[in-house]
């Protein structure tokens, strides 16, 4: 199950983590001993389980359709790295998303 | 008068009531004794000496007013990084969010200042929460008081070594698999994991959404059920919550005793890589409950042998997904930014640059289990192991009342023991990480110092969803006796710093 | 080679699927109480929920899980007994999260259908999914040409559209429409725009972006029973747009075809000015989202008692009325069609309503105002001509005291005015004059 550094170079793209060559080969290695770890989940017999995606057994937890005050231009923008004419500046978009 | 950091969190609060002590006294010593002994501990990343002094004045105000005061009125607090503070530096032990002072206070943080309690400031953790020793802040370790070249556990290390220092009756903590309860057994102090939504996570920076619970630090379980009533409760800004009663706790505690309680003791959290010295302690634990009046019996949680593996699988997932936030857009960190680079590099390189390696090592992983392909075998897997691991409990509590075992394998270990070897790391997390899995109550209580090694031992006491109130009854029962048994608190043998 | 767009019809079978993004029309977002009103000041609508700070959480708001299900019933779906949102991973910087809420295996609604008439023909169109997910933020892209985003320097982003809620509404491949696919595809946007708007759940303004629209098209060989690779254009923000967006992707494609090509499955980009549409990123690598259940949201279990509470009170919807309205009225299924597409059936119902004979009503709002409407560019109920001024004019022409020719001087002054139809008269001195028969002949040229 050896995990490559292409494969590492992958899931570093998809998290935005811009490693170095020595982090991607150091976590392909460890990547490989913690996944030999966890792979013990597929060890236990759950075919007819059901997954656990919450641990609270709540449903239907809503709010009612009723404003709230904002937090203002000012306090919004107070903690960015960079603003410009009350709106976020932010470096060059490459293409637009789905 | 004593010396005010002596006391507990109940007594401070009834001398502040009967005006023998001003808050602002209270306050000033306890900021005194962090300027004294912080330096060689680092259990504080930001200390807020205004707005402390600024609280305590508030409740001296109140008091001279007549104005009634709450049960913990003018107490000190040391609240963990990852608890957003209006205003005061909100880092989560990382370099992505230093300098960053959020626009807003927890629901938290809010029933704490409703309380009158005093944040005295915030505490070191390890990065985003995700770690078992403090190594992991990028501000440096917090070094425990027992010893100072060990870890006062983790993630919640600043808030346990705040406690066991005296620089604050009580602290808060967060505990995604342990960081609550490790950190107590390790520092000999009481930590308590509510509930999961009991206590609201609007505010707490998420670690993993499904697992994250805040909960009191302190030294005494009377202490603890104090801050767990003020910070417990429905909060609607949370839709995990559970909008119900919060357990009397601190009835629980006042009213301790153990007769005829049923207590297990799961098979399955012992032997092989525990310390001799933890369970040595942890078998005469159970026999002092017994002497008490407990009924023990053993008890099979057959699939708490998965719950590591499981845990590492669902918390990276779910820490991928949250840390994405992270991005250099909107708030933190930025860097690379030079007029001439994307926003997508922009991102990569400012999480590069301010994630730490733990955190890189879990989103990767967390990436990977999510990715097409793997996600069943992995996540979706790690979701019924939850689901086994949940009716172990379930099982368990059919035939008794409340859980024991060791709180962690190990005494404090070296700083830098374990840093190579994440696995190793990780295992620190072992008796813990079930309860977070299945949401339900638990508590550490303090039982001793290791023969092998003189460091404190916890007791794990784990306890069902929303039945809390045991843990403190039992928890309350037990220090008392230990209490007894060692002719005075743990505590009180931590060395002088 | 160069297709005619018969041509292209004559050699192949076009499959369209349309997926439509609504913006709800509640009062605060999906998952925090910020206002969600188009046009504020930036940044003047966000809190640290919709910014996406640390620590902040999600709460569902009622109204629109309420909303959704009403556009389900509408849509003839099941509704889901038991659902869960999902988080969509990816990083985008209107995105405040770099997670969209949304919902994937899970929907809140399936299994739909909605009918149309198409040129006479009744086209019913399947509903895949009807689910809920959140808008993002806006960009404002500085340094480039006019505000594009190739070339920019820099983007400026406002938050105040992030968190709004958003209703995706996906058909099942529609196949068999033949050359009619464009108007199938138009007739389609344009039913579910006054559905939406019957139910009063969305204001759905295509202009101002809360109702927006992706068309997937894909070619086979005439016969072939197959499915081709399919295009997926976006920015298709009105209705003429979704009938040009497909008329022009199947002349491209039926070209790539003709010509021995293989049509790329891609993300393609509709301009308005030309009417055409230019490629944008290539979908062959699919994205990976890694979805998974949102930790911070509970499981949504609409109860079933409630959901019959929401069918029971749908109001009559634009199908079912134009249906009783026809009978009612006497009118034909071209009458239907045409009122239909001129947008003037309320209209008409409501000068029915004020007392005009159905046949009057429908000739003059299909006549000369619309003609009106249409020189201005408007829609005609944006005219300050209302049903009731048609209908006193309507009137006025059967007492004699007006003829067509006077009528149409009178609308004039009205659209010009607003004052109601005999102050109008009384102005400009517009009282007929002529016998009976010569005004009933003068109606009938005007409107013929
Ligand atoms: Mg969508
Ligand atoms: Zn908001």
Redesign the pocket.
């Known amino acids: 199950m050896a995990l490559t550094r292409d494969e590492v170079a992958h899931l570093a793209h998809l998290a935005r983590l811009a490693l170095s060559d020595d982090e991607l080969d150091s976590l392909a290695t460890q990547l490989d001993v913690i996944l030999g770890a966890v792979a013990r989940v597929g060890e236990v017999a759950a075919a007819d389980i059901p997954p656990t995606s919450h641990s609270v057994p709540l449903v239907n937890v809503l709010r009612p359709d009723r404003l709230v005050p904002s937090l203002g231009a000012e306090r919004a923008l107070a903690g960015a790295p960079a603003a410009e004419d009350g709106r976020f500046r932010v470096p060059r978009i490459l293409d637009e998303e789905? | 008068m004593g010396d005010l950091t002596r006391m507990t969190a109940a007594d401070i609060a009834s001398t502040i009531a009967s005006g023998d002590a001003s808050a602002v006294e209270v306050a000033q010593a306890h900021l005194d004794r962090i300027g004294a002994v912080d330096p060689s501990v680092h259990a504080f990343l930001y200390v807020d000496e205004d707005g402390a002094l600024a609280a305590a004045q508030r409740v001296d105000e109140a008091r001279s007013r007549g104005a009634a005061l709450g049960p913990l009125a003018g107490v000190p607090l040391a609240l963990k990084d990852v608890m957003a503070t209006e205003g005061v530096p909100t880092t989560c032990g990382s370099r992505i969010l230093e300098g960053w002072r959020p626009p807003y206070d927890a629901t938290v943080t809010r029933r704490l200042k409703e309380a009158g309690i005093v944040i005295l400031g915030k505490t070191n953790m390890d990065e985003f929460a995700m770690g078992s020793s403090t190594e992991n802040s990028a501000f440096g370790p917090t070094h425990n008081p027992w010893d100072l070249e060990r870890i006062p556990g983790g993630s919640g290390g600043g808030s346990s070594a705040s406690v066991s220092a005296f620089m604050a009756p009580l602290a808060i903590g967060t505990d995604t698999g342990g960081s609550i309860r490790q950190p107590a057994s390790v520092t000999g102090t009481v930590g308590v994991k509510p509930t999961y939504g009991g206590v609201s996570r609007y505010g707490l920076v998420a670690f993993s959404s499904s697992l994250d619970q805040a909960g009191p630090c302190a030294r005494t379980v009377l202490d603890a059920a104090l801050l767990h009533e003020v910070i417990a409760g429905h909060d609607p800004m949370d839709s995990t919550s559970i909008d119900a009663p919060v357990p009397a706790v601190v009835a629980a505690a006042r009213n301790a005793d153990v007769t005829g309680l049923r207590v297990g003791v799961v098979k399955e959290l012992g032997g092989e890589g525990y310390q001799p010295g933890v369970e040595q302690r942890f078998r005469e634990a159970v026999e002092l409950l017994q002497s008490l009046g407990a009924d023990v019996v053993e008890v099979s949680c057959p699939h708490f042998g998965y719950a590591l593996p499981a845990y590492y699988l669902i918390a990276p997932s779910e820490c991928s997904s949250n840390l994405a936030r992270f991005d250099a857009m909107r708030f933190g960190l930025r860097v690379g930014d030079d007029g001439t680079r994307s926003a997508e590099e922009v991102m990569a390189l400012t999480r590069a640059a301010g994630f730490g390696a733990e955190v890189k090592r879990r989103i990767i992983l967390g990436t990977y289990a999510l990715s097409s392909g793997y996600y069943e075998a992995y996540y979706g897997q790690a979701q019924k192991v939850r689901t086994l691991i949940t009716r172990d409990f379930a099982t368990a509590f059919e035939q008794v009342d409340v859980l024991v075992s060791p709180t962690t394998p190990t005494t404090a270990f070296k700083i830098g023991e374990r840093a190579a070897d994440p696995l190793a790391m990780y295992v620190a997390d072992l008796c813990t990480i079930p309860s977070n899995l299945a949401g339900n109550a638990a508590m550490s209580v303090p039982c001793g110092l290791s023969p092998d090694d003189g460091l404190p031992v916890g007791l794990q006491i784990m306890a069902p969803t929303l039945a809390d109130d045991r843990l403190y009854r039992v928890g309350a029962a037990f220090e008392a006796a230990m209490t007894e048994r060692l002719g005075g608190a743990l505590i009180e043998k931590v060395p002088a710093l | 080679m160069s297709l005619t767009y018969d041509d292209v019809v004559a050699r192949y079978e076009p499959a369209i699927g349309l997926e439509t993004?609504v913006e709800l029309g509640t009062a605060t977002k999906m998952f925090c109480g910020c206002a969600t009103e188009f046009g504020g000041e930036p940044n003047t609508q966000v809190c640290p929920v919709c910014l996406g700070l640390p620590g902040s959480l999600p709460v569902t708001n009622e109204a629109a899980i309420r909303f959704t299900v009403m556009i389900g019933l509408a849509l003839n779906c099941d509704i889901a007994e038991w659902c869960r949102f999902a988080r969509k991973n990816y990083f985008y910087p209107d995105m405040p999260k770099n997670f969209?809420i949304?919902q994937y295996d899970e929907p809140l609604c399936t299994n739909g259908y909605v009918d149309l008439d198409v040129q006479g023909e009744h086209v019913r169109v399947e509903i895949e999914r009807v689910h809920l997910?959140e808008d993002t933020g806006k960009s404002l892209h500085v340094g480039g040409a006019t505000g594009r985003i190739h070339g920019a320097t820099h983007s400026l982003v406002d938050y105040n559209r992030a968190g709004i809620p958003?209703v995706?509404i996906v058909t099942k491949v529609v196949p068999g429409t033949g050359a009619l696919a464009p108007e199938v595809g138009r007739a389609y946007v344009t039913e579910l725009r006054d559905i939406l708007r019957t139910l009063g759940v969305s204001d759905v303004k295509m202009e101002q972006g809360s109702l927006r629209c992706d068309v997937n098209l894909s070619l086979s060989p005439a016969g072939s029973g197959e499915l081709g690779t399919r295009s997926e254009t976006k920015n298709v923000n009105s209705l003429r747009s979704v009938e040009r967006a497909i008329r022009s992707e199947m002349v491209r494609q039926g070209e790539v075809l003709s010509s021995g090509g293989r049509v790329v499955q891609e993300t393609r980009h509709f301009h308005e000015d030309t009417g055409r549409t230019t490629s944008g990123r290539s979908k062959e690598q699919a994205e990976d989202y890694r979805y998974f259940p949102e930790p911070d949201l509970v499981p949504l279990a609409p109860a079933r008692d409630w959901v019959e509470e929401l069918r029971a009170a749908l109001p009559e919807l634009p199908r079912e009325r134009r249906m009783r309205f026809a009978a009612e009225h006497g009118f034909s299924g071209r009458d239907m069609v045409a009122m239909s597409a001129a947008g003037v059936v309320d209209l008409v119902e409501s000068t029915v309503a004020a007392g005009a004979p159905a046949a009057d009503a429908r000739n003059w709002w299909l006549g000369d105002l619309l003609s009106r409407a249409n020189a201005d560019g408007v829609d005609p109920s944006a005219l300050r001509i209302t049903p009731a001024h048609v209908a006193r004019v309507v009137a006025l022409i059967s007492e004699g005291a007006l003829t067509a020719t006077l009528a149409k001087q009178v609308f004039a002054a009205v659209q010009e005015t607003g004052d109601d139809v005999d102050a109008v008269i009384e102005a400009r001195g517009l009282k007929a004059v002529g016998d009976v028969d010569a005004l009933g002949k003068a109606v009938d040229e005007a409107i013929a």
């Open positions: 789905a | 993004h969209q949304s997910e958003l995706e």
